[in-house]
């Protein structure tokens, strides 16, 4: 049963734009702090690196998009001050920020 619920939750991601792809992916890596406190040291780097690689890619799906300067200029702004934080802290907090920042450009 967990294994057919597992299953379920991987279902393959269908995005409208490249954006919204890879947001859906930073989504799927969410990890509270909760859990973050049980991790040992090592699992801990290679979360933080798993996650800066994808909002790696997000960050530039985002300044390559077609979109106003305004938009990459918000979004720069929220990147630049949470790239830091990855990997050390509730990654859904920050997932909501951005969903909304995201949204408000209808972009997800």
Not at 2 to 24: G, T
Not at 37 to 52: I, M, R, V
Not at 71 to 94: H, I, P
């Amino acid at each position: 049963m967990l294994e057919n619920q597992c299953d379920l939750e991987r279902a393959e991601i269908v995005a409208k734009n490249p954006i919204a792809f890879y947001f859906a992916k930073v989504k799927e890596l969410e990890l509270h702090s909760g859990y973050l406190h049980f991790l040992g040291a090592e699992a801990k780097e290679l979360y933080g690196k798993e996650l800066q690689n994808v909002y790696d890619i997000l960050f530039d799906r985002a300044m390559t998009s077609k979109m106003s300067s305004f938009f990459k200029q918000e979004v720069e702004q929220w990147y630049s001050f949470n790239r830091d934080f990855l990997g050390f802290c509730d990654t859904a907090e920050m997932n909501r920020e951005l969903e909304q920042l995201l949204g408000k450009f209808e972009l997800i």
